[in-house]
């Protein structure tokens, strides 16, 4: 029989605050250990925590964005578990009334169909600090500058039947908090990460008993991790024994996951209401006053590129992965005056460049106006598509402009027709059997003729102009 694949995701995206939610010490990353956390943060006795009401906008932000309920009433409880790294021993976080709840995300599966992902809730609370086990001889280090940061954390539905849809939605959530300006989104920091709960069952079954994989903070492991974790827990049934409800880590190297603790269930925390935070309280005013501040949505921005642009659903779905490559692309489209020809080069060169140099967008060295620049190149028939590629690669590189790289290296088209003309007879010429041959039907020649004249010009002759002179003077 075969098995069915459970999965629902916790997401904690941490805020973009420059603030910690409940004291003044600073968020930045990258500071010396400790440095950055307060007597607030380390819990010491007669201090107070106060609410930072920018993270409170933020998770309202994400909640309208994703069609929650936003609570007119939420509370702060204590999490109460002992960790090195968590000096207070409990954790401010929110459980039985979250910020947010009763949202949902739609997905677009690998056969391009549309599925819906429920997510539960959306709820504030702190990061703990963060335990350092490297270099320090068998023993572990606590850096609290973590502790006290802001996180959302999101909370979905059982609703994912396979790997594949948890990093398609991961994706989405992850473009999501990066457009609203709710986070960075920068996984290598840990500012977005997630912990994976999956189970297998028989189709149409109960839900199986979960494993929880902690910490993922990758695509590609949470791929990797969630197909592992279903075979083990295959492995177990189908030999007899029991999956048991635990916490898990992912060791990439091994390609495996490993027992970390069992599963704690919510009594095990001993919530309560924190008795220093009074309970926040959001009226209709205070929801559409953020309201008002959205930019335009990613599901929205696509549907906008294909009307406006003309764009195919593949080209405008990846074109609005991210805020900064959409911005980008219609400084492009509308400096050229050919959304299709833009598209092509910021999801192809542009695109496979960034990926090239590990790099974001925001810090590519070709600016929108640069790429104009050379696309009106292409337009004007001064370059070939073929040749703009080592134009743009010249000016990744910093050889200045597109028009001064295509002066200084004697890139122009030839575009004269006598000048094709030249180069095609002589290329007849010297092939007399295959002029012969494809005379006789053989028309896959055609592609050795003009790789032959595409040689002889360097690559400058014009590529329409070079294959209609081709095709008279082999038919003539």
């Keep these: ?12 995206a941490q805020l973009a605050t420059n603030s910690k939610i ?6 930045a990353y990258g500071a010396e250990p ?6 607030v943060d380390l819990g010491m006795p007669g201090v107070l925590p106060v609410l930072n009401k920018k993270a409170v906008e933020l998770a309202i932000r994400l909640g309208l964005a994703i069609d929650a309920d936003i609570a007119p009433r939420s509370i702060f409880a204590r999490k109460n578990y002992f960790y090195p790294d968590s000096p207070k021993g409990y954790q401010i976080s929110q459980y039985e009334l979250p910020i947010v709840a009763n949202g949902h995300m739609d997905i677009q599966l690998e056969n391009g169909d549309t599925k819906r992902i429920g ?11 963060k335990s350092l086990h490297e270099d320090f001889q068998g023993q572990t280090g606590i850096d609290l500058n973590r502790a006290g940061t802001p996180l959302l954390e999101i909370v979905s539905e059982p609703d994912m039947r396979n790997a594949k849809e948890a990093v398609a939605y991961m994706k989405k959530l992850h473009a999501l908090v990066r457009y609203l300006g709710v986070g960075d ?47 083990r827990q295959i492995d177990i049934i189908e030999s007899g024994g029991k999956v048991v409800q635990e916490t898990r880590l992912y060791d990439p190297d091994k390609d495996e996951t490993r027992s970390m603790r069992s599963k704690e269930d919510a009594n095990d925390y001993r919530y309560f209401p924190d008795p220093d935070l009074l309970p926040v309280e959001i009226t209709p005013a205070d929801i559409e006053a953020v309201r008002a501040t959205l930019p335009e949505l990613p599901d929205a921005k696509k549907q906008r590129f294909m009307v406006e642009y003309a764009l195919s659903a593949y080209d405008a779905s990846l074109l609005t992965l991210s805020r900064e490559v959409a911005d980008y692309f219609e400084a492009v489209a509308q400096g050229c005056g050919d959304a299709k020809l833009a598209a092509n080069w910021v999801n192809g060169e542009v695109s496979k460049t960034l990926a090239d140099n590990e790099m974001e967008i925001a810090a590519i060295p070709v600016s929108s106006a640069a790429l104009v620049e050379l696309l009106k190149r292409i337009q004007d028939n001064t370059v070939s598509n073929k040749i703009a590629r080592d134009v743009f690669a010249a000016m990744w590189n910093g050889e200045g402009s597109a028009d001064a790289i295509i002066d200084k290296k004697g890139l122009k088209q030839i ?7 030249a180069v095609i007879d002589e290329i007849i010429a010297k092939n007399p059997g295959q002029v012969a041959e494809y005379r006789s039907g053989k028309d896959k020649l055609f ?3 003009v790789g032959q004249a595409m040689k002889a010009s360097k690559g400058k002759a014009n590529p329409n102009t070079l294959n209609d002179i081709l095709k008279q003077k082999l038919e003539g």
């Design 415 to 421: 575009t004269d027709t006598s000048a094709i003309e």
């Design 185 to 231: 989104g920068n996984m290598q920091e840990g500012s977005f990460r997630c912990d994976a709960n999956v189970s297998v069952r028989r189709p149409g079954a109960e839900f199986g008993t979960r494993a929880e994989i902690k910490n993922l903070n990758s695509f590609k492991f949470i791929e990797r991790a969630i197909n592992h974790e279903v075979e």
């Design 1 to 12: 029989m075969e098995w069915e694949t459970v999965i629902g995701l916790e997401i904690h």
């Design 119 to 129: 997510i539960t809730r959306a709820h504030l609370e702190e990061d703990a600090g």
């Design 34 to 39: 400790n440095t950055q956390a307060n007597l």
């Design 447 to 449: 592609g050795f003729f």
């Design 22 to 27: 409940f004291s003044g010490s600073s968020t």
